[in-house]
T-cell receptor, first 114, second 113 residues
């Protein structure tokens, strides 16, 4: 069975600083990986996804993530964080089957200080 | 236009009541889902329908019954609500299977008192 680990429950960064959120996955085949963001009281918005090809994936809002098969990781990065990036970030792996069954990590809450 | 919309957004109800959450998607997708997010923000799939057929049922109590009248709608009915059912319920949709992006609604905040 697939699983996702987000080791950091809560991260605080200063506005303008760089950000890296960690994600490790466990899956027996080639994974389909996603990062979603959830602002307080809001739904989930897709930031980016990896299916195949280039291991460095660009997403919305200036985010990028790098797939590293050898480390089973899919870390999310942003060079310069804005206060509006404060939110909960979820990494997810897609399982095989008729439907895309996403298994989510427990999330990382990002706090941005001014 | 909202791609995946669900109603109500907030619902407070007493234990033992029966309630429904409705979901509609206007993306033309053939697959719809219900996910549950608990108080610790953990997200877990409950159900998935593909072309109105149930294809994923993740050991959810029988009190939860999804119904898909057509490809664009997936409703969630909950009988005999319990305190532990308090959560945020997300509807979502995608086109086809594995790897395709799942689009989420804004969630329905259910509080059972």
């Amino acid at each position: 069975a697939q699983s996702v680990t987000q080791p950091d429950i809560h991260i605080t960064v200063s506005e303008g600083a760089s950000l890296e959120l960690r994600c490790n996955y466990s899956y027996g085949a080639t994974p389909y990986l996603f990062w979603y963001v959830q602002s307080p009281g809001q739904g989930l918005q897709l930031l980016l996804k990896y299916f195949s090809g280039d291991t460095l994936v660009q997403g919305i809002k200036g985010f990028e993530a790098e797939f590293k098969r050898s480390q089973s990781s899919f870390n999310l990065r942003k060079p310069s964080v804005h206060w509006s990036d404060a939110a909960e970030y979820f990494c997810a792996v897609g399982a095989s089957g008729t439907a895309s069954k996403l298994t989510f990590g427990t999330g990382t809450r990002l706090q941005v200080t001014l | 236009d909202t791609a995946v919309s669900q109603t109500p957004k907030y619902l407070v109800t007493q234990m033992g009541n029966d309630k429904s959450i409705k979901c509609e998607q206007n993306l033309g997708h053939d697959t719809m889902y219900w996910y549950k997010q608990d108080s610790k923000k953990f997200l877990k799939i409950m159900f998935s329908y593909n072309n109105k057929e149930l294809i994923i049922n993740e050991t959810v109590p029988n009190r939860f019954s999804p119904k898909s009248p057509d490809k664009a709608h997936l409703n969630l009915h909950i009988n005999s609500l319990e305190l532990g059912d308090s959560a945020v319920y997300f509807c979502a949709s995608s086109q086809g299977g594995r790897g395709n992006t799942i689009y989420f609604g804004e969630g329905s905040w259910l509080t059972v008192v």
